[in-house]
């Protein structure tokens, strides 16, 4: 069976690509070959496991196929047909304050944000007898990403249909 759901962000989000853009940016986010922002299955999935882990069921979770999140292909189309790709990001920067009140030397930190959208993926390979544990993970994700603590990454899953 698969799992088709929407993941709505409600505020900037950072998935993080490990790398930095140079003396521009301490962290850039996740893009795909068109620079588009996506999720990556294997964040997903382990968010969910997480969330399994606290009502210990994850064994479910082994055979599950976690498909990258995207926009939709008409939504990508639009951007990339109107060059809109650099609108979709913004960047924040943060500094380390001392117990004085005062900026530390050298702690200014960019990173590179997305704006609130909406992706779309799928989970593949599930057994019907795990579809219920995986809607109530996939519902208890809240936050997603860098600084999710911090106030980034506000989000929430929507389950399409299981087919």
Known sequence: MTLYYELIF???WHLSSGLSAGAKLDSSVVKDEN???YAPGKTIKG???EMAEEFGEIE???QLY???AFLKEETQKQILDHKLENNLYDVIASTQIDKDGVAIDNSLREIEVVVP?????EIN???ESSVLK???SLSLIKRMGLNRNRGLGRCEFIVGEVK
């Open 117 to 121: 959208l909406t992706l779309y993926g």
């Open 125 to 127: 390979d599930i057994e």
């Open 60 to 62: 479910f979770l082994h």
């Open 66 to 68: 976690f498909s990258n």
């Open 10 to 12: 409600f505020d900037y």
């Open 134 to 136: 995986l809607k109530k």
């Open 47 to 49: 968010l969910v496991r």
């Open 35 to 37: 620079n588009l922002p």
